[in-house]
């Protein structure tokens, strides 16, 4: 394997020296490139090979349900798909060996480069990696930097100075940047009057500095920067400290600072033009690790605890309250939760559609995670446990299944801590589809049964019914028939009890499907309908495509073949506008099974083609027979629907 690690100190331009020649090499190689932060220093959560494999495999385009769910399986895949092709993948800010060896292909004809602060002796040992340790600019490079922000001809006049300059800045690229761009906008400040404003601020910091305190360096540079902001200017940077994401949009950012957009958008401006901040992307900021550290520290110094805690609740409850507008866009009847009191955040306008929403939760999935942390660790609870149901069906859409089970199992701690009995229920509800989805058919049960136990107490009956209906599914996929329509009848009772039409109509289509399976398809025909007029007049487009498919299966039984196909081709279209690749295979299924029965052989073998190929690039073995299909096949077997 092609291996290169950058090792440094932080703000020594590890990442800006990489990025800089990946540029240049870009053209070598022709199959693309791959970026990953690994965050593996800073206050947020260092980003884990798992995750990192997640995004890098999907960034090759492979489906969401064909990414394995272990370390070992995804590598090897990541692997194979970049056997025989020239790829460049850049690693950057790494904490250790184990982080990175997962990512690292198998093949001379990639070349992976990797930055860290650690010298990473193990890939060094192991993996054969080239080795280059940054040091800080010599003193003649450090004024050369500075000399591009205040101009040669002001060096030239104070040569010892500007290299006093350059000391005072440890050398450090960061600190010069700083440091440089302050200086240049101050011409009347000779190099002495500067050397003497950063010895003050050394002398008065220093105090406060430990032995091995990775800011002691900069610590004087930042500060002098900082206190020449103006005092919004200020704020805005202490604020912009204290939060984890890897980075923030404009949006949140004026919700962290406590303003409307506009001056959001013109302070983050401000900082940028003054290196406190990067703009990584339109819109888009991020703060580098140390300045982040030191941000955090004024804001320890200058604003109150109260301050702070609302200054954090203010971002956490932006993230909840769009997360909820992404929610009601894309699954617009799933779990609602009662949301917090908006203050003075300012909140966009609802999504536009749900692919609208899907891109916001795509670029925003670190951050959610992030600000779930966070408002479990800052003690914002009832914010955590919100934001878990609120995220749950984007990461259930998207297959994001580890960060869908720890979000919720994050939830369901934070709102036992507050003694949340609504949030309780609804969090054993979610987390019982995410075990049942892993297999853990007993711990599902459980969790279920959990859920009804406390709705029926509260009471809150759309909970206690989709409790019933779970429990009645995994009794059906267990083989007890009986068992689970009266658990189907139960949940029915409630959800009309409740007014809950969605449940009803979920709780119709289950029963629908048990008398099919017991030989009654008049009974299984009319449950079918009902539902999918119920699901119809709710404007439910998702969930009245699903119900199409055992409805159109039983009237295929009854020999009313038109009918089926007119339940799903429309439903064929609104799974391909969601997205959702495996519906929209047992959609195909289904109308090839139809097709078939009918005698339209050719388009029988159209539909079967088209699932096959679908299956394939999904990983289900199922495409294989239905390649073989000549007239035969059996009928599709369903999965389950998003319950709630």
Same mark, same amino acid.
């Given at each position: 394997?092609?291996?290169?690690?950058?090792?440094?100190?932080?703000?020594?331009?590890?990442?800006?020296?990489?990025?800089?020649?990946?540029?240049?090499?870009?053209?070598?190689?022709?199959?693309?490139?791959?970026?990953?932060?690994?965050?593996?220093?800073?206050?947020?959560?260092?980003?884990?090979?798992?995750?990192?494999?997640?995004?890098?495999?999907?960034?090759?385009?492979?489906?969401?349900?064909?990414?394995?769910?272990?370390?070992?399986?995804?590598?090897?895949?990541?692997?194979?798909?970049?056997?025989?092709?020239?790829?460049?993948?850049?690693?950057?800010?790494?904490?250790?060996?184990?982080?990175?060896?997962?990512?690292?292909?198998?093949?001379?004809?990639?070349?992976?480069?990797?930055?860290?602060?650690?010298?990473?002796?193990?890939?060094?040992?192991?993996?054969?990696?080239?080795?280059?340790?940054?040091?800080?600019?010599?003193?003649?490079?450090?004024?050369?930097?500075?000399?591009?922000?205040?101009?040669?001809?002001?060096?030239?006049?104070?040569?010892?100075?500007?290299?006093?300059?350059?000391?005072?800045?440890?050398?450090?690229?960061?600190?010069?940047?700083?440091?440089?761009?302050?200086?240049?906008?101050?011409?009347?400040?000779?190099?002495?009057?500067?050397?003497?404003?950063?010895?003050?601020?050394?002398?008065?910091?220093?105090?406060?500095?430990?032995?091995?305190?990775?800011?002691?360096?900069?610590?004087?540079?930042?500060?002098?920067?900082?206190?020449?902001?103006?005092?919004?200017?200020?704020?805005?940077?202490?604020?912009?400290?204290?939060?984890?994401?890897?980075?923030?949009?404009?949006?949140?950012?004026?919700?962290?600072?406590?303003?409307?957009?506009?001056?959001?958008?013109?302070?983050?401006?401000?900082?940028?033009?003054?290196?406190?901040?990067?703009?990584?992307?339109?819109?888009?900021?991020?703060?580098?690790?140390?300045?982040?550290?030191?941000?955090?520290?004024?804001?320890?110094?200058?604003?109150?605890?109260?301050?702070?805690?609302?200054?954090?609740?203010?971002?956490?409850?932006?993230?909840?309250?769009?997360?909820?507008?992404?929610?009601?866009?894309?699954?617009?009847?799933?779990?609602?939760?009662?949301?917090?009191?908006?203050?003075?955040?300012?909140?966009?306008?609802?999504?536009?559609?749900?692919?609208?929403?899907?891109?916001?939760?795509?670029?925003?999935?670190?951050?959610?995670?992030?600000?779930?942390?966070?408002?479990?660790?800052?003690?914002?609870?009832?914010?955590?446990?919100?934001?878990?149901?609120?995220?749950?069906?984007?990461?259930?859409?998207?297959?994001?299944?580890?960060?869908?089970?720890?979000?919720?199992?994050?939830?369901?701690?934070?709102?036992?801590?507050?003694?949340?009995?609504?949030?309780?229920?609804?969090?054993?509800?979610?987390?019982?589809?995410?075990?049942?989805?892993?297999?853990?058919?007993?711990?599902?049960?459980?969790?279920?049964?959990?859920?009804?136990?406390?709705?029926?107490?509260?009471?809150?009956?759309?909970?206690?019914?989709?409790?019933?209906?779970?429990?009645?599914?995994?009794?059906?996929?267990?083989?007890?028939?009986?068992?689970?329509?009266?658990?189907?009848?139960?949940?029915?009772?409630?959800?009309?009890?409740?007014?809950? &039409? #969605?449940?009803?109509?979920?709780? /119709? $289509? %289950?029963? =629908?499907?048990?008398? +099919?399976?017991? !030989?009654? @398809?008049?009974? *299984?025909?009319?449950?079918?309908?009902?539902?999918?007029?119920?699901?119809?007049?709710?404007?439910?487009?998702?969930?009245?495509?699903?119900?199409?498919?055992?409805?159109?299966?039983?009237?295929?039984?009854?020999?009313?073949?038109?009918?089926?196909?007119?339940?799903?081709?429309?439903?064929?279209?609104?799974?391909?506008?969601?997205?959702? &690749? #495996?519906?929209?295979?047992?959609? /195909? $299924? %289904?109308? =090839?099974?139809?097709? +078939?029965?009918? !005698?339209? @052989?050719?388009? *029988?073998?159209?539909?079967?083609?088209?699932?096959?190929?679908?299956?394939?690039?999904?990983?289900?073995?199922?495409?294989?027979?239905?390649?073989?299909?000549?007239?035969?096949?059996?009928?599709?077997?369903?999965?389950?629907?998003?319950?709630?």
């Amino acid at each position: 394997m092609a291996l290169s690690a950058v090792a440094g100190a932080p703000g020594v331009g590890k990442t800006a020296l990489v990025v800089h020649w990946a540029h240049g090499v870009r053209e070598r190689f022709p199959d693309g490139d791959l970026y990953m932060d690994m965050q593996g220093y800073g206050p947020h959560q260092a980003v884990t090979p798992l995750s990192a494999l997640d995004a890098f495999l999907r960034a090759l385009d492979t489906p969401a349900d064909r990414i394995p769910e272990t370390l070992e399986e995804r590598s090897a895949l990541f692997r194979s798909l970049l056997a025989g092709k020239r790829v460049l993948v850049l690693l950057d800010n790494a904490s250790s060996s184990p982080q990175v060896r997962p990512l690292i292909p198998a093949t001379p004809d990639s070349f992976t480069l990797v930055t860290s602060r650690s010298a990473l002796p193990g890939l060094v040992a192991r993996e054969g990696a080239m080795r280059m340790t940054l040091d800080v600019l010599t003193p003649g490079e450090s004024v050369a930097l500075l000399s591009r922000f205040v101009g040669r001809s002001r060096i030239d006049a104070e040569p010892a100075m500007a290299l006093r300059v350059a000391e005072l800045c440890g050398y450090l690229p960061l600190a010069l940047r700083v440091v440089g761009e302050r200086a240049s906008n101050r011409h009347h400040l000779s190099l002495e009057g500067l050397v003497g404003e950063l010895v003050d601020e050394r002398v008065r910091l220093d105090a406060l500095a430990s032995l091995e305190d990775e800011l002691s360096d900069t610590r004087a540079v930042f500060s002098w920067s900082y206190r020449a902001l103006v005092p919004d200017l200020q704020q805005a940077f202490r604020r912009l400290g204290l939060q984890t994401g890897s980075d923030i949009g404009v949006d949140a950012a004026a919700a962290l600072i406590g303003c409307d957009v506009t001056t959001a958008k013109r302070q983050l401006r401000a900082l940028v033009d003054v290196h406190l901040l990067q703009e990584v992307f339109a819109d888009r900021y991020r703060m580098h690790d140390l300045l982040r550290s030191y941000a955090t520290e004024q804001a320890a110094a200058e604003d109150s605890q109260g301050e702070r805690t609302q200054t954090v609740r203010r971002l956490l409850t932006w993230y909840l309250l769009v997360a909820d507008l992404g929610r009601c866009a894309i699954l617009p009847h799933s779990a609602a939760v009662p949301l917090v009191p908006a203050r003075r955040v300012e909140i966009r306008s609802a999504f536009a559609d749900s692919t609208e929403a899907m891109r916001w939760f795509a670029t925003e999935r670190v951050n959610l995670l992030a600000a779930l942390r966070q408002a479990t660790e800052s003690g914002h609870l009832d914010i955590a446990w919100k934001l878990a149901i609120t995220t749950s069906g984007f990461f259930e859409l998207r297959s994001y299944w580890l960060d869908w089970e720890d979000s919720v199992r994050a939830g369901l701690a934070a709102a036992q801590a507050l003694g949340d009995e609504f949030g309780e229920a609804v969090s054993n509800l979610i987390l019982a589809d995410v075990s049942w989805r892993n297999g853990q058919l007993e711990e599902a049960a459980d969790q279920y049964r959990q859920a009804s136990r406390i709705a029926h107490d509260i009471p809150v009956g759309w909970i206690e019914g989709f409790a019933s209906r779970g429990l009645g599914l995994l009794r059906e996929e267990q083989g007890d028939a009986t068992g689970a329509q009266g658990c189907f009848q139960a949940a029915l009772r409630v959800f009309r009890a409740s007014e809950h &039409r #969605r449940g009803e109509g979920m709780s /119709l $289509l %289950s029963m =629908g499907k048990c008398a +099919r399976a017991s !030989g009654d @398809l008049t009974q *299984a025909i009319a449950h079918g309908e009902a539902a999918v007029e119920i699901f119809a007049d709710i404007d439910d487009p998702w969930t009245l495509a699903w119900g199409a498919l055992p409805l159109a299966a039983a009237l295929a039984d009854a020999g009313r073949h038109d009918d089926a196909l007119n339940h799903l081709r429309p439903a064929l279209e609104v799974f391909r506008g969601f997205d959702d &690749r #495996r519906s929209e295979a047992m959609a /195909l $299924l %289904s109308l =090839g099974d139809v097709c +078939r029965d009918s !005698g339209r @052989l050719t388009e *029988a073998h159209a539909y079967w083609s088209l699932a096959a190929d679908l299956y394939e690039a999904l990983g289900d073995p199922r495409h294989e027979e239905i390649r073989g299909r000549c007239g035969g096949g059996g009928p599709t077997s369903e999965g389950r629907a998003a319950d709630s």
